[in-house]
């Protein structure tokens, strides 16, 4: 990824995205040549001068302070995660070749011991564990009966994002599948201007871009997430529909790794079935789990 070329067209998408109105400036009226703001604006707002805010807005970060970043963040009314994904890009940008290689990973990193001690022990707790990429390198067995038909991608790391894209069950599985799937890229986005010289993510970006019309478009968005807190409406093979809450918690031991715990409001139709599915996985190993929801026995009742 070209993290130079991704600076310019993320500030040309949130900058086509705000009106003079939104920005505070006032309306003259007349036809406007661009959709949104115009760039001797932002760099009115931001505090800085036409020049330096187009060099930048050209991919040239060589010498932008953090207090620069910073107003122009303000002045695009950037959220959380796109203020971060900006200081990641410039980041990248200005960052040595070599230092950027050595930071690069294609290896899905495994849990540690402890964490995998932990997880385990939440039994009334989905809990899967993912890198960036949305590879999921961790679960416990309540987890993997939530997502057993992730689990199903033969000979590769359970991905979310070719569950999303290239699996059409999961278009039943998500009860608000564009959702998840506005959710699935922005993640990839945010992790893209993190590691841009991470190979197995651009592999993945490639390959997702190739057999998803979908992907490829929203990937062009620009469009950025955190994956701190929320809520998941899916319809379970075995179980029926569920509105799931979850949190994501960063692994302080292993950086890049989030731990996501699902829970359900006690009492409610969701939690019976959440309990139900912890009932069944307990009694049965993951991969015979997974084997009854793909074959089910034409014989049950």
């Known amino acids: 990824m070209d993290s130079s070329n991704d600076i310019r067209e993320f500030l040309m998408t949130r900058r086509a995205r705000l009106t003079p109105e939104q920005a505070g400036l006032p309306n003259f009226g007349g036809r406007r040549r661009v959709n949104g703001l115009r760039r001797e604006e932002v760099a009115l707002i931001a505090g800085i001068s036409v020049e330096y805010y ?37 980041r990248a940008a200005t960052a040595s070749l070599g230092a ?15 964490v995998r001690q932990m997880i385990d022990a939440m039994k009334d707790v989905a809990v899967v564990v993912q ?11 309540l987890g993997q009966a939530l997502y057993s038909q992730i689990f199903e991608q033969s000979q590769r790391t359970p991905n979310f994002s ?52 979908i992907f490829r478009t929203l990937w062009a968005s620009h469009d950025v997430r955190e994956h701190r807190t929320g809520f ?9 529909d569920m509105v799931l809450s979850f949190e994501g918690l960063q692994l302080t031991s292993a950086p890049g790794q989030l731990l996501l715990a699902y829970t ?38």
Not at 131 to 141: E, F
Not at 188 to 203: K, V
Not at 232 to 240: D, T
Not at 275 to 298: G, H, K, M, Y
């Open 162 to 213: 070719r569950f999303v894209f290239l699996d059409p069950r999961a278009q039943d599985f998500y009860l608000d599948w564009d959702e998840a799937a506005r959710q699935t890229v922005a993640l990839l986005r945010s992790e893209a201007g993190r590691a841009p010289h991470d190979r197995t993510l651009s592999n993945l970006v490639g390959e997702l871009s190739t057999r998803s019309d």
């Open 232 to 240: 998941k409406a899916i319809h379970h093979p075995m179980v029926g």
């Open 54 to 90: 187009t060099r930048l807005e050209r991919g040239n970060a060589t010498g932008v302070s953090e207090t620069v970043l910073d107003g122009i963040s303000r002045a695009l009314q950037l959220d959380d995660a796109e203020h971060a994904h900006l200081h990641d890009l410039v």
């Open 264 to 301: 359900t409001e006690p009492g409610s139709a969701s939690h019976e079935k959440l309990q139900l599915l912890a009932n069944w996985a307990a009694t049965t190993n993951s991969e015979e789990f997974i084997r009854d929801q793909v074959q089910p026995d034409p014989t049950a009742q």
């Open 131 to 141: 890198n960036g990429r949305g590879d999921i390198v961790a679960a416990n067995s």
């Open 100 to 114: 950027a290689r050595r930071h690069s990973s294609t290896k899905a990193a495994q849990v540690s011991a402890s």
